[in-house]
């Protein structure tokens, strides 16, 4: 008898053999895919870096200044050229290093919560005397001293990746874990508050977005509903409060619901925006051609963006951006299907969730969706923050995805090895 034999595991949806599958001595090579899936999300990530180091260019040239007048580190596009050169090391250093991470619990474990860790204790500095370096009267940099290179960072970008490990890593204790008031969704609640207090007093785009993604995980993690339900209540409660502590963010609900009412003032940036999205028509002015980001549209090169991409590309190259930030969420998804353990399935989750939600956020705000909120467009958006946090969660979505088992679609389960003779488990 040969000691190469397959077992079917049966359950409620039992799987079939794909076509063509070899058995016996050639075994299904079930990491292919895992391997195509992992290279995959790195060549997106790529691909959207250089069309961010594109637009920031374009947003760069002024009427009277070109592109590096000032030195390579004195322009937006120098320095996002020296953070995409750093953020290349840390999305391949994570897709190379996460998966030894990933494989234990106790290292992963100390990775998420001590991410999370130094994450609050960044930014509760952010409001401390002598570190904050608050710019426009908000509190969401820290100074880093630098030389006179005008350093700072944005302790809520690092704040997004950490709070979804946390997750991960709390509600990956135990398959009963998440169903537990007391022991899985009231900790898992703290640490989403503790994030969403932090972050919410200064910036309210990336507080909505912290608050959305680990709702989103709870209910991937499969906590009750009526538990959410409590959450969601309670989670539009402190939005309120958030929204109505500041006067400037009722301004902007008001100027989005009526536009007209007072076009030079509270109204001027989304319609400016609009106008600047209208322009572009199917094909684009061309790139560098557009005439909005000369002074008319403000923040062009970071939170608006996207409106410069329409005028410039069109339609189309809105519809190119669009698609792959599309690409890879469904590569996420993918991802999160074929995740190795509870851990990795919810860290896939989240991760994706959190790209998804901050580019589709900012892309709303854009073209006029959603009233105006200080979100960056990953990737694309100049800044140094946001773009290696960006990195990072996709480094660490590579190493997931290089790890998972076989998903539904290759309806094959993995190779083990009983009583000495390989089996490949089914279904």
Same mark, same amino acid.
Request: some cysteine.
């Given at each position: 008898m040969d000691c190469d034999r397959v077992a079917r595991v049966f359950n409620p949806c039992p799987h079939r053999l794909k076509t063509g599958a070899t058995l016996g001595n050639g075994m299904i090579d079930l990491n292919r895919d895992n391997d195509l899936r992992a290279d995959a999300i790195l060549v997106l990530t790529l691909a959207l870096m250089a069309v961010g180091l594109v637009m920031v260019a374009s947003t760069s040239v002024s009427l009277d200044r070109s592109l590096l007048s000032a030195g390579l580190w004195r322009t937006p596009f120098g320095r996002q050229l020296v953070f995409a050169a750093c953020g290349l090391v840390i999305l391949f250093g994570a897709a190379r290093v996460a998966p030894a991470v990933l494989a234990s619990t106790v290292w992963r474990?100390?990775?998420?919560?001590?991410?999370?860790?130094? @994450?609050?204790? $960044?930014?509760?500095?952010?409001? %401390?005397?002598?570190?904050?370096?608050?710019?426009?009267?908000?509190?969401?940099?820290?100074?880093?001293?630098?030389?006179?290179l005008d350093l700072a960072l944005q302790p809520s970008e690092l704040a997004k990746p950490a709070m979804v490990a946390a997750l991960a890593a709390l509600l990956a204790g135990a398959s009963a874990l998440p169903r537990s008031f007391l022991r899985g969704f009231l900790p898992a609640v703290a640490v989403i508050g503790i994030c969403v207090g932090l972050v919410g007093k200064a910036d309210f785009g990336t507080c909505a977005v912290i608050g959305a993604?680990?709702?989103?995980? $709870?209910?991937?993690?499969?906590?009750?509903?009526?538990?959410?339900?409590?959450? @969601?209540?309670?989670?539009a409660?402190?939005?309120?409060?958030?929204?109505?502590?500041?006067?400037?963010?009722?301004?902007?609900?008001?100027?989005?619901?009526?536009?007209?009412?007072?076009?030079?003032?509270?109204?001027?940036?989304?319609?400016?925006?609009?106008?600047?999205?209208?322009?572009?028509?199917?094909?684009?002015?061309?790139?560098?051609?557009?005439?909005?980001?000369h002074g008319y549209l403000p923040e062009s090169h970071t939170d608006f963006i996207f409106?410069? %991409?329409?005028?410039?590309?069109?339609?189309?190259?809105?519809?190119?951006?669009?698609?792959?930030?599309?690409?890879?969420?469904? $590569?996420?998804?993918?991802?999160?299907?074929?995740?190795?353990?509870?851990?990795?399935?919810?860290?896939?989750?989240?991760?994706?969730a959190l790209i998804a939600c901050q580019a589709g956020l900012n892309m709303a705000v854009a073209t006029v969706l959603t009233p105006t909120t200080g979100v960056s467009l990953p990737f694309i958006s100049a800044g140094g923050s946001g773009l290696l946090t960006s990195c990072l969660a996709m480094g660490l979505l590579s190493a997931v995805a290089r790890r998972g088992g076989a998903t539904a679609d290759d309806d094959v389960g993995s190779a083990v090895s009983v009583g000495g003779c390989r089996t490949l488990v089914v279904g």
């Amino acid at each position: 008898m040969d000691c190469d034999r397959v077992a079917r595991v049966f359950n409620p949806c039992p799987h079939r053999l794909k076509t063509g599958a070899t058995l016996g001595n050639g075994m299904i090579d079930l990491n292919r895919d895992n391997d195509l899936r992992a290279d995959a999300i790195l060549v997106l990530t790529l691909a959207l870096m250089a069309v961010g180091l594109v637009m920031v260019a374009s947003t760069s040239v002024s009427l009277d200044r070109s592109l590096l007048s000032a030195g390579l580190w004195r322009t937006p596009f120098g320095r996002q050229l020296v953070f995409a050169a750093c953020g290349l090391v840390i999305l391949f250093g994570a897709a190379r290093v996460a998966p030894a991470v990933l494989a234990s619990t106790v290292w992963r474990n100390r990775f998420a919560w001590g991410a999370l860790a130094v @994450a609050v204790l $960044l930014l509760a500095a952010a409001y %401390v005397p002598g570190f904050a370096d608050p710019r426009r009267g908000s509190h969401r940099w820290l100074r880093i001293p630098g030389g006179g290179l005008d350093l700072a960072l944005q302790p809520s970008e690092l704040a997004k990746p950490a709070m979804v490990a946390a997750l991960a890593a709390l509600l990956a204790g135990a398959s009963a874990l998440p169903r537990s008031f007391l022991r899985g969704f009231l900790p898992a609640v703290a640490v989403i508050g503790i994030c969403v207090g932090l972050v919410g007093k200064a910036d309210f785009g990336t507080c909505a977005v912290i608050g959305a993604v680990g709702g989103m995980m $709870l209910v991937a993690a499969g906590c009750r509903i009526p538990h959410l339900g409590l959450l @969601a209540l309670g989670g539009a409660a402190g939005m309120y409060r958030l929204i109505t502590a500041e006067k400037y963010r009722m301004d902007r609900i008001t100027a989005f619901l009526a536009l007209d009412q007072d076009p030079q003032g509270k109204a001027y940036q989304p319609l400016q925006s609009l106008g600047t999205v209208a322009s572009g028509g199917w094909f684009g002015r061309g790139l560098g051609s557009g005439l909005q980001k000369h002074g008319y549209l403000p923040e062009s090169h970071t939170d608006f963006i996207f409106s410069v %991409v329409c005028e410039e590309t069109g339609v189309l190259g809105a519809l190119f951006l669009i698609g792959l930030f599309c690409a890879i969420l469904w $590569l996420g998804f993918k991802t999160m299907m074929a995740a190795k353990s509870p851990f990795e399935r919810l860290l896939a989750t989240g991760l994706t969730a959190l790209i998804a939600c901050q580019a589709g956020l900012n892309m709303a705000v854009a073209t006029v969706l959603t009233p105006t909120t200080g979100v960056s467009l990953p990737f694309i958006s100049a800044g140094g923050s946001g773009l290696l946090t960006s990195c990072l969660a996709m480094g660490l979505l590579s190493a997931v995805a290089r790890r998972g088992g076989a998903t539904a679609d290759d309806d094959v389960g993995s190779a083990v090895s009983v009583g000495g003779c390989r089996t490949l488990v089914v279904g």
